[in-house]
């Protein structure tokens, strides 16, 4: 089954272009496309989207007020922010809202495909901060091992379980119970979450890296 997408972006070039490349696709179908957030809230509620890509800037309804509902009323639903900005406030404040993911408008186009098709399947896309940028101060001690500290540190550069088990020289099956055990301390279900908690509270050294995995 094809990837379901509505698209917002209230420069008309910049919808064109999105649209047309995101066409090429075998297994993407663009469900619909805006230049204003209030109409993107009725063309998700009438096309029920895979996956949602939003500008930041978008007119009308500002984006953060459109993930939020998005998300309200549609919880299964992806809503990716797309952004020329790459201010750390501005990541942390989507995701906080519930965006599945941020991805920089500086992505080549012809990667932006494979992009929503991996933040389909579970992977986050940060844009790295500043240099210099430091995260707000580290939260009290959630209870995380040596052990797990250092598997927070490995999804947070996007390894997949696979290749956790791999690096650590560990099973599999190993990864996802060092993963469930740190869900459960950061009261989280899932990566992004856990990335997202992780990000906000300082317990790695900050989205440094280009992809965050959020599947498992």
Request: hydrophobic fraction near 40%; charge should be negative.
């Amino acid at each position: 089954m094809p990837i379901r997408v509505c698209i917002a972006d209230d420069h008309p070039l910049t919808l064109s272009g999105i649209t047309s490349t995101l066409a090429e696709a075998d297994d993407i179908e663009v469900a619909g496309v805006t230049q204003r957030g209030e109409l993107l809230l009725d063309i998700v509620a009438a096309q029920a989207p895979d996956l949602v890509l939003l500008d930041l800037d978008i007119s009308g309804i500002g984006s953060i007020e459109c993930v939020r509902l998005i998300k309200q009323h549609h919880p299964h639903i992806k809503v990716v922010m797309l952004a020329a900005s790459e201010d750390p406030s501005h990541i942390a404040e989507a995701l906080h809202a519930g965006a599945t993911a941020y991805v920089g408008k500086r992505i080549n186009p012809r990667d932006l495909a494979s992009a929503l098709r991996q933040i389909g399947e579970g992977v986050v896309y940060l844009t790295a901060p500043p240099p210099g940028y430091a995260s707000e101060p580290r939260a009290p001690d959630v209870g995380l091992t040596e052990r797990e500290l250092t598997m927070l540190e490995a999804i947070s550069r996007g390894l997949s379980t696979k290749a956790i088990s791999r690096e650590l020289w560990i099973t599999e099956k190993t990864v996802k119970f060092h993963l469930t055990n740190i869900y459960r301390k950061l009261g989280v279900t899932n990566r992004a979450s856990a990335m997202r908690y992780a990000f906000d509270h300082g317990l790695i050294d900050g989205p440094a890296q280009s992809s965050l995995s959020a599947a498992g």
